[in-house]
């Protein structure tokens, strides 16, 4: 079966530390995407990938990073520079990132707890 | 930049009719829909497009007034597994890292 996978579906981290969050998609899309929800919240972009080896900004990417070696793959690292890291992070895919006309694809989630 | 969805909760029984509202203060290209339920991740309804080309769901209707900068969602005869938040998200301008969704409207049908 296709479809996007995100590992662990629990994480607890301590303050000070770097974290990476796995993304994982067999639908041979283009396109990845990390969001981040906030409790009562929408999802807000911290990064997105149209291709391999490429990578660019959401509104909120200051204390994230991400890479794409990989089609199939997108792991998001909250490191230490993120003030306030606690939220569900969501993975999702695209045929295509540069049009809009593709819906959005998501995995299950992480929900990232900092103690 | 955020849209803003309207209202943000409602209740219903089933076979009742439902209106979720979207609006930006900027011009939007496009708008998506999506329902997420409790703890799960969302899934896609709509997609609505400057100029009027759709791509979405058989049971759900939506509505996208350029010039109004706005986007509706139509739920009719909602059945028990509408329940759930429904989240548009607006491209502003035909570049996708100005995609932003709004905070959500949480539906609930009831028997």
């Known amino acids: 079966d296709g479809g996007i996978t995100q590992s662990p579906k629990y994480l607890f981290r301590k303050e000070g530390q770097n974290v990476t969050l796995s993304c994982e998609q067999n639908l041979n899309h283009d396109a990845m995407y990390w969001y981040r929800q906030d409790p009562g919240q929408g999802l807000r972009l911290i990064y997105y990938s149209q291709i391999v080896n490429d990578f660019q900004k959401g509104d909120i990417a200051e204390g994230y990073s991400v890479s794409r070696e990989k089609k199939e793959s997108f792991p998001l690292t909250v490191t230490s520079a993120q003030k306030n890291p606690t939220a569900f992070y969501l993975c999702a895919s695209s045929i295509s990132g540069s049009r809009s006309y593709n819906e959005q694809f998501f995995g299950p989630g992480t929900r990232l707890t900092v103690l | ?111």
């Not at chain 2, 009742?16 to 829909?33: F, Q, R, T």
């Not at chain 2, 791509?55 to 350029?66: L, P, Q, R, T, V």
């Open chain 2, 1 to 111: 930049q955020q849209p803003v969805q309207s209202p943000q909760a409602v209740i219903l029984r089933e076979g009742e009719d439902a209106v979720i509202n979207c609006s930006s203060s900027k011009a939007l290209y496009s708008v998506h829909w999506y329902r997420q339920k409790h703890g799960e991740a969302p899934v896609f309804l709509m997609i609505l497009l400057k100029g009027g080309e759709q791509k979405g769901h058989d049971k759900i209707s939506a509505s996208f007034n350029e010039k109004k900068q706005q986007s509706s969602l139509y739920l009719t005869a909602s059945q028990l597994s509408y329940s759930g938040t429904y989240f548009c998200g607006t491209e502003i301008g035909n570049n996708f890292n100005k995609f932003y969704f709004g905070s959500g409207t949480k539906l609930n049908v009831k028997p």
